[in-house]
């Protein structure tokens, strides 16, 4: 199977970016994949069932997560007080494969999940190689010391920006969640308020 067009055709068919390839694909081609996909003609109205699927599709493709996992992420953010949209992002924000991919040790969120799985990833000094570990505000996130010369990591490392809740040491290869995210702060294209409306159905 080829992983990367799949992941090409998946970021066009949702209309997001979710590899560096796929956004260079997508400002050539800014419409779904098939044949049909730049006639306006087989578009049809979507419902407004079809957008929440869409939204909740967007976001779990974003964060690479499972359906059972967004639905227990879904019935945590609803217990909790405040907006649910927004516990929802504070509870993603807060995945180390999402932590990773933020602070700028990988580039996707694919190759962030990769890197934690293989164990290239420490936190508080511990190797973690959960891809959905928790973190709690301050703890530290490092590269291994091994796996600093790894070139995905440079690569990425080098371009990093993280947002403003993430602090961020590139000299020492760590980073830290600063604080819990407002929703407006995280770079995720979807409408929360929609996949709220779907898993309420």
Do not use: W
Not at 21 to 46: L, T
Not at 136 to 152: C, D, F, N, T
């Amino acid at each position: 199977m080829n992983y990367t067009g799949a992941k090409v055709k998946l970021s066009r068919r949702l209309g997001v970016p979710l590899t560096p390839k796929a956004a260079k694909i997508m400002e050539k081609r800014n419409y779904p994949p098939g044949q049909h996909g730049q006639s306006n003609q087989f578009r049809r109205k979507v419902s407004d069932y079809g957008r929440q699927l869409m939204e909740k599709q967007k976001l779990r493709a974003q964060y690479n997560i499972h359906e059972r996992q967004m639905r227990n992420y879904i019935d945590r953010a609803t217990r909790r007080k405040g907006v649910t949209g927004d516990n929802l992002f504070q509870i993603l924000e807060s995945r180390l494969d999402a932590f990773v991919q933020r602070a700028g040790f990988a580039r996707t969120i694919y190759a962030a999940r990769q890197f934690v799985s293989h164990g290239h990833i420490l936190v508080d000094g511990q190797r973690v190689n959960l891809p959905a570990y928790e973190l709690k505000l301050g703890q530290q996130v490092a590269i291994k010391e091994k796996s600093r010369r790894m070139p995905g990591i440079q690569d990425a490392l080098g371009d990093a920006n993280p947002p403003s809740y993430i602090t961020l040491s590139k000299e020492n290869m760590s980073a830290q969640l600063a604080r819990l995210p407002q929703r407006d702060e995280v770079p995720v294209v979807c409408e929360v308020q929609l996949v709220v409306e779907y898993y309420s159905r």
